[in-house]
């Protein structure tokens, strides 16, 4: 159970402890200035960094696990742009 505890928080990373110590900052200044916006915030703070979400969980900031190489080759066609010269008459 000790161990299993100090493995919890070895693993933790640098925005982890962020998250988590202005979590508890903001829920102790919304309990000692009568705060609800505060407490609302740290307590969303502190429940992302306990659980390690981010992003409301919902998985869409993260990359794709899985990638789509296209194995057929494209072919591109290129259509040739030339300048049009304007004869200057002096």
């Not at 640098?14 to 915030?41: E, H, M, Y």
């Not at 869409?60 to 008459?89: A, F, G, L, Q, W």
């Amino acid at each position: 159970m000790i161990r299993a505890t100090i493995d919890y928080f070895i693993a933790w990373n640098f925005v982890r402890w962020i998250r988590f110590i202005l979590g508890g900052s903001l829920l102790f200044q919304s309990f000692t200035n009568k705060d609800s916006v505060s407490g609302i915030l740290g307590a969303f703070l502190l429940f992302q960094a306990l659980s390690n979400t981010g992003c409301c969980g919902s998985g869409n900031c993260s990359v794709p696990m899985t990638r789509t190489d296209s194995k057929s080759e494209e072919i591109i066609e290129y259509t040739e742009i030339r300048e049009k010269r304007v004869e200057s008459r002096e």
